[in-house]
């Protein structure tokens, strides 16, 4: 992540810069008598000029007399090599002649940098200096950078994150606690805190290793209680009022203690600070911080705790360890190596090494090694550098050990679980780490890991793996080649050896952190269900009409009739918000329902704020339609419903197209926790637009209470054939597109008759009465409650669902399919979900000729109609009342009861 800091037009820089190139018309007099006057004064500047260019000549002459000198003087150094080399090539003596050559290599190395060190000390201290100014700089950017980029997340959190991790701490009710733990290190690598994590998991905590970048956001299932997720903003934001344990290895995460007050704070000092990248003061002040705040601190190495103990309240020993289980009874088939390596070749000795390939490596030591006759070198990991300055050298000593002869092997990195199978290859592992004040801290993983699985381990002498002597061979120079060519290394695995790979177990080694953090806050039983009732208020357009009078019987309103009612039985007090003229406070069937006057028209914006500040004292607001969700406040829960695309209108044309028409309904999802869709057509526009944005919508179709909608037994061969149209009347449930296609179907057949069951108001209602005076005897209009829309399908043979725009998933279609009937449907909207063409159903395009024609395909193959019609009854089932309860009881305890 890079930040950069610009100069908009508007600031006083770019003014003044601006300035710098208008001058007033007026001055021009004056400016051409001040040139005048300083006609000398460049004169004199010129002079000095040219004095200037004859310095410059001189000292270039200088420095070619000084690179000749070097030339010279390297040439014939050079040559002296080459002669001491052609002698030792032609010698015959091993290892040890061998050991003196790259003993002269490294005295020829040190001649070269005491020539190179001709700089004065003046010069010396001014490169020091800024080296240390640049590491400095760039520890403070990008620490200080990736602190800005978490709180901000953490200030404006995504709610599709927010309800993914709501929705994963409801998954995990018995979780004895949650530990956080920011990574600054590749996941591929298993390194010290994946195993504490592990352990944590084991005593039943939840785990998530939070990854800092810009990807699309993730959660990933590790293990049962383990998760990775860059989402680490609005983790912070959903933890911040709770007790958690936060688990840093890093000084520049002591910026997240900040955004975690009631957290458990473990830190994991791992290494040596100069081990890590951009070393500097700022980050050994970011140490010290992170050591005095801290209720834990953890030291994988006795010298770390004897430097920093003084600092903290309460410190620990926490070596590393290993799962000895991880690295017994490896298998060699499993993991072979490269063909022509001579690897488990009799009398090859096969010296392994797996782990980071860093500078801590010391390649001399290597190079000495790989000139041992008999012996190849198999080295598993990848190769990286702790300061990225170091990483071209690093690169540079392996392509030289890899020239320098076939048997040194590097198979690159490989998986933890596949380590055990290239051990089962090698003869002895080495710990190769320069001996110095870096490697003297550091407690290598790698050492446990040999002796788990049975190798022999030989390492150099630094302060660490001196503590371990008893168990190992320490050595360096002549006497760690000596124990490697000689074959010392075959009685190096003894008891001791056994015994400290079993004393440092990670699960004994965890012992005193469990312990320490079970007696904390963050350790606790499942939090109890909370005594309060949450309130619920459910947001939408009409239930009644805006006078509060006349209730409406759409599906809309029985959907969300329903889903209050499901929310009164969860425990929640719920109450039903619509739009009115006036105020007024109803109650229907238990559920309070109340009118607010906010709008006299249908503007979602205004009423979704008078909604936003009537809504104040409740703790979830569900919002149906979801455009009700755009403007209601980020501190509520908010939960919308989509119940299908209503924008696909007849008018619609691509030289009318205007994107901008659907920022209402983009800037309702994401302003909301969870949005529920009733079908999968809005899911997939939203995919068209915002691929990961859709990714958070969850389906929940439509439904039918398969309780109350029975198939009712029928004759499908009777006559007339009854037709029904169970919903609405009006133009985009197909009001009209059913009129003018039965106008031409009572002229053409005397064996059809048609039924409206639904509500119609103003000019729909006047078209509707005079079809019914042109077709007197042949039409009926009819309405019926909630409770007994059932009744409406009693007779019905065919049901029609002729949508011509904004549709979901039709409720009458799903009783169609359940009450016995066959269903002619049009392709609009989410119908397809229901409907597959000519299993239980027709689809037909929104057209009155195509509906003229399906009729007529089913009066003349009552047996199609009858086939349907038994297909549809096994099609309702995946759509049951008991299904749709479900679904939404998982949304609801997602995001309502989570807390």
Known sequence: MSIQDQNPAGSPAASDERASFSQPEGANAAATSQNLSTAGT???????????????????????????????????????????KRRVLSMRGGWRVQAAWWRLQRVRRAFKERNAASSTHADAQREAAEVATRDQNAYRDHTRGQAGFVRYHMQNPSRQNRREILSLLARHPGRKGVVLCPVAYDLALKQRPDHIVAEFEKDGYLCIQLVINNDPPVLRRVSERHYVSNMIGEFFAVMQDKAYVLYLHWPGFQHCVELAPKALVVYDVLDNLDVFANPSELMRVDHRALLERADITLFSAQSLLDINK????????????????????????????????????????????????????????????????????????????????????????????????????????????????????????????????????????????YLAAGKPVVGTPTRTMLTYKEAIIVAEGDDYVRAIATGAWKTAYTDNSAQLAKAHGWGELHRPLREFVAGSAVASKPLAAPKRRPKVDIVNMNFYDWHGEVLFKGGAERYVYDLAVLLNEMGCDVRILQNSYEFFRRTFKGITVVGIAATPDFNFEVLSQAYASFCEESDVIIASPAELACRLPQGKKVISINHGIHWDSRLNRLENFDRSRYNLILDAVRNSDGCVCVDTNFINWMRTYDWQLANSLSYVPNYVDLKQFKPYEKDFNTEPLCFLYPRRLYEPRGLYVTIDAFDALFDRHDNIRLVFCGQAVGDDAVATEAFLARHPDRVTWIEHDMEHMHLAYVDSHVVLVPTTASEGTSLSCIEALATNNAVISTNVGGLPNLIVDGYNGLLIRPSVWDLVQAVERLIGDRSLAAGMAANGQLTAKAFSKDEWDRRWKEVIDAVVFTD
């Open 42 to 84: 460049e004169d004199a500047l010129r002079a000095e000029l040219s004095r200037a260019r004859v310095r410059i000549s001189e000292l270039e002459g200088r420095l070619r007399q000084v690179e000749v000198k070097q030339v010279k003087q390297v040439a014939s150094e050079f040559s002296v090599i080459q002669k001491l």
């Open 310 to 449: 003084q600092f903290t309240s309460h410190s620990l020993l926490y070596e590393n360890g290993v799962y000895v289980e991880d690295f017994t009874n490896g298998v060699r088939e499993r993991c072979p190596v490269p063909l022509g390596s001579r690897i488990g070749d009799p009398g090859i000795t096969v010296v392994g090494y797996h782990g980071v390939i860093s500078e801590l490596i010391d390649f001399d030591l290597l190079d000495r090694l790989v000139a041992l006759p008999d012996l190849v070198l198999l080295f598993v990991g990848p190769v990286a550098a702790f300061v990225p300055e170091n990483l071209q050298e690093v690169k540079r000593r392996m392509a030289r050990l890899q020239e320098s002869s076939d048997r040194f092997i590097h198979l690159g990195p490989k998986n933890y679980a596949d380590l055990k199978h290239y051990l089962a290859w090698v003869d002895v592992g080495i710990v190769p780490f320069m001996v110095n004040e870096k490697a003297d801290s550091v407690s290598p993983l790698k050492l446990f890991e």
